[in-house]
């Protein structure tokens, strides 16, 4: 055998190795993620259907908060900064992700459900995947560099687990760690995590909520025999998607702003999730309906705004995405559990519904942009988002997909929610920004990165 055709047999035989080795390592820590997650969802359901046949629990959303305040300052030190933590671990290795992370956020996320906070799920999902997969990163005895491999993978996995959408969930894990940047490292091992998260969380007999995109029959144009898509509608998308970025940023900046004015003005700090609690309790009676409470997946009565209705004509009111957006940062910026993400959903899809009205456009495919882009835009992950709008959509609209999360994308700002996210090549193209916009990234990070070191010397000492 020629000696190139030997070393190329290697090479694939080394690759064809480490895909089998990784492929084992992760099976067992996506099957433990998916079934930690369809533990989850089966609780996050209950706890909302039950809040929904006792409306009364929804006063003692105050004292829930301080339940929680009080869980974390006592067993979660460590662990109070969530997915942020995963992804500061993955880029610098620290102190490591705490085990206890998963149990925390599990129930605190199922009791700010039950009392009625408007939070998410791919928070606690996200979290209960890094944590586990620290678990095993310390049993499989993995060095540094596979520690942050499998740290990806469990992000992939809570992901792709708790919405149903395995590829989403894959590039989602690579995609969010650093703005511009995509390493493939950890590309096949988050792959398999995010199916395996899947398969299993079907396997335990939980399912997912389904979404149908009416057929969108193109216009005759003075363009329809060169282009196989509608011009004016695609135009129409463009625009929407526009304010899809920008809800996108009016989140992010509301989620940190209202933390940031609660922990400057207010004390003691357990005070702060108590006032959130009275404040949602205050907007609900105010609004005269529970329709922006807890998930927003499921219905309370016939006629509430959620997801699934803002699919439909009249689905959803004018500003149901603004109070949407109130109720979720005054929930979560006050220190109550749970994810963004189906928050962004509802924005989204609430906010399509009213500018296909506006626009005269199909109410659903603006739902299902809506969806998606507020998503791609509030996260920095319009690849992910766009592979989203496949796996729960369908492909025919992919085109409109993506022009929907790229568009969000560029007009939702520099930062996004996750603060621990790094900025390597900026959204905005001007040399003199791009250097300034990397310069001031860069010494933000340095900082944080700084009083993340001494905390965790700080902490070391103490044990």
Known sequence: MPVSEHLSVKKHFTVFKHLVRWTVIILPVAFVIGSLVALFLWLLTWAIHFRFAHPWLLYLLPLAGIAIYFAYNLYGKNAEKGNNLIIDEIHEAGGGVPKRMTPLVLLTTVVTHLFGGSAGREGTAVQMGGSIAQVFSYWFKLNEVDTRVILTAGIAA????????????????????????????????????????????????????????????????????YMRIDLGLLIKIIIASVAFGLASMLFEKAVHG????????????????????????????????????????????????????????????????????????????????????????????????????????????????????????????PLASTFMGVELFGSEYALFFAVACFTAYFFSGESGIYSAQRIAIPKIFDDNLQVESIAEAEQKRQKYMGRRLAKYRISKKKK
């Open 158 to 225: 809570g992901f792709g687990a708790v919405f149903g959408t395995p590829l989403a969930g894959a590039i989602f894990a690579i995609e969010v760690l650093t703005l511009g940047r995509i390493q493939y490292t950890s590309l096949i091992p988050c792959l398999v995590a995010g199916i395996i998260g899947d398969i299993t969380v079907s396997g335990w007999g939980i399912h997912h909520t389904v979404y149908h995109i009416v057929i969108v029959k193109a216009n005759a144009l003075l363009f329809a025999p």
């Open 258 to 381: 209202v933390k940031k004015v609660f922990n400057k003005y207010i004390y003691p700090k357990w005070a702060i999730p108590a006032i959130g609690g009275l404040i949602i309790i205050a907007l609900t009676f105010a609004i005269g309906k529970p329709d922006y409470l807890s998930l927003g997946v499921d219905a309370e009565y016939h006629g509430a705004v959620t997801i699934p209705s803002a699919f439909n004509a009249g689905g959803a009111d004018t500003w149901s995405w603004l109070w949407k957006t109130i109720y979720t940062t005054i929930t979560l910026g006050s220190g109550f559990k749970g994810g963004e993400v189906t928050p962004l959903f509802y924005i989204g899809a609430t906010l399509g519904n009213t500018l296909s009205g506006l626009m005269n456009a199909p109410v659903s495919l603006f739902a299902a942009l809506g969806f998606i882009a507020v998503f791609a835009g509030a996260t920095n992950t």
